[in-house]
């Protein structure tokens, strides 16, 4: 393997704390292949790439990039990155197959190994215990718009936290809440594909609600462990000055920051929200709001690009999640339009907006209680070949990793309380309905021999972890 620690070390320009986590994160289905392996049940998503028309070229995660087999080589390639933690997810239907009942064994057994391997390395593993990836079954069942999949989700954490709670001090929930709620069951852009409004705020509520059940779980049985959420946040401006604009980006503001924000963090939902969405007959319990208040001790941020609205009539949202898109994933607010603001854009059509990163942590602490966060993703996709060599000049994502880092530098400076960056993604692997012709990783992967080659952006980031910070502004 090519060292990527090559080069001498230098005192940073913009230099990060002693102890900040250097980190990239994966998930489960996206790399770990070996679908019908080790006892695996199937999942909303082995379903859902099977659907015609749902995903771009009818791809699946059923090899993706075989980490279930090559985790010890990917292990490798962390620790030659210089990581100081890797943030993976934990596929349910590979610990609990049919999402109630009977465990795993095999399944359990393979996190075990990649923890310890992990651990061996001098990495920290930040597992997350949710990402998007439902038993069927439970699907069958109804999926999270009914409230008994919160509690089969917090049976499993727990269950899986008991394995490994002595060897992992930092864990995670959900990832996403709003994709899994919104994409899942209002627009059906993702997995398990349902386009039912109402199901989908009763989805977001489960979410959150399983989300502090098994915090509450999981913190009875190792309380010293760390328990947080990610959750997508973007930065919301309107078009123009028009009122029309401004309560667009009210709108979407609430639907995707505030309504996971302010149950998660103070208790409640936002009013606002709730008079937008009322015709769902959407009316949450105070019981339920106290669960889901649960003290965590770190929040997760996954941050992309910032979304610029107009509240007038126009052609219908592109919500670019899904090559195949045609309904809104916003409940109440079908009317809002998102506008191009004229920046660049990444190759998943993302404006790139270091700024709105800046914004989004700025008013974390401004506005919500004091909790610690971390960037639990931050990254570029791209349509990418190598070069004959087989490696990747990826200057774009070098160059939207470092904005973005420097954002966070500045957000640092600035008291917020920021403790960690996981870049996503590792490797490249299985975007979603996208299929695999998006990229993301530090690491090319070649699909066909599953030949591991580091992109630039992996030596560039090697270079930023072991000198603890940022060069002078290129
Ligand atoms: O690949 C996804 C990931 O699974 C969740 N957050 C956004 C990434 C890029 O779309």
Same mark, same amino acid.
């Given at each position: 393997m090519t060292s990527l620690q090559d080069d001498t070390s230098a005192a940073p320009a913009a230099p990060f704390p002693t102890g900040f986590r250097w980190g990239a994160a994966t998930a489960a289905y996206q790399i770990e292949g070996a679908a019908g392996e080790g006892g695996r049940g199937p999942s909303i998503w082995d379903t859902f790439c099977r659907t015609p028309g749902k995903v771009l070229n009818a791809e699946t995660g059923d090899v993706a990039v075989d980490h279930y087999h090559r985790f010890p080589e990917d292990v490798a /390639?962390? *620790? @030659?990155?210089? /990581?100081?933690?890797? %943030?993976? *997810?934990? !596929?349910?239907? %590979?610990v609990q197959p049919s999402g109630a009942g009977t465990f795993n064994q095999d399944g359990l057994d393979f996190y075990r %190994? &990649?923890? @310890?391997? &992990? /651990?061996?390395? +001098?990495?920290? #593993?930040? #597992?997350? &215990?949710?990402?998007?990836?439902?038993p069927q079954p439970l699907e069958d069942k109804g999926g999270w718009p009914e409230r008994e999949t919160a509690h089969r989700f917090a049976e499993y954490a727990a269950h899986v936290h008991a394995a490994l709670g002595d060897r992992v001090r930092n864990w995670m929930t959900v990832n996403e #809440?709003?994709?899994?709620?919104? &994409?899942?069951?209002? !627009?059906?852009?993702?997995?398990? +594909?349902?386009r039912d409004a109402s199901a989908s705020l009763l989805a977001a509520h489960h979410l959150m609600l399983g989300h502090g059940l098994a915090v509450e779980a999981m913190r009875a049985r190792y309380p010293d462990n760390s328990f947080g959420v990610a959750v997508n946040l973007y930065a919301v401006s309107p078009a123009s000055d028009d009122p029309a604009d401004r309560d667009a980006a009210r709108r979407? @503001?609430? =639907?995707?920051?505030? /309504?996971f924000l302010d149950p998660l963090l103070l208790g409640r939902y936002p009013e606002d929200v709730l008079a937008d969405t009322a015709r769902l007959g959407f009316t949450p319990s105070d019981a339920d709001l106290t669960i889901i208040n649960q003290p965590i001790d770190q929040l997760g941020i996954n941050y992309y690009s910032r979304h610029t609205v107009a509240g007038t009539p126009g052609e219908a949202a592109q919500t670019a999640s899904s090559p195949f898109s045609t309904h809104s994933p916003w409940p109440g607010s079908d009317h809002v339009r998102f506008v191009p603001a004229g920046r660049p854009v990444t190759g998943m059509g993302w404006e790139i907006d270091e700024r709105g990163l800046y914004e989004v942590l700025t008013r974390l602490h401004r506005e919500y209680p004091s909790?610690? =966060?971390?960037?639990?993703e931050n990254g570029a996709g791209y349509d990418e070949t190598p070069d004959d060599n087989g490696t990747v000049q990826d200057l774009g994502r070098i160059a939207y990793l470092d904005a973005h880092? %420097?954002?966070?530098? @500045?957000?640092?400076a600035d008291g917020v309380p920021l403790r960690g960056y996981f870049t996503w993604s590792l490797l490249d692997n299985f975007e979603w309905a996208w299929g695999y012709s998006k990229r993301f990783g530090l690491v090319h992967v070649d699909y066909a021999t599953q030949r591991r080659v580091p992109k630039d952006s992996a030596r560039w980031y090697a270079g930023v972890i072991r000198q603890g910070g940022l060069p002078e502004r290129g």
């Open positions: /390639l962390m *620790s @030659d990155l210089g /990581l100081t933690a890797y %943030r993976f *997810s934990i !596929s349910w239907p %590979r %190994r &990649l923890v @310890d391997e &992990l /651990l061996e390395a +001098g990495i920290e #593993p930040w #597992p997350t &215990l949710y990402h998007w990836d439902l #809440p709003w994709c899994a709620a919104f &994409l899942g069951y209002a !627009s059906g852009d993702h997995a398990p +594909g349902r979407v @503001d609430g =639907l995707q920051n505030r /309504l909790v610690a =966060l971390y960037i639990t880092l %420097r954002a966070c530098h @500045d957000a640092i």
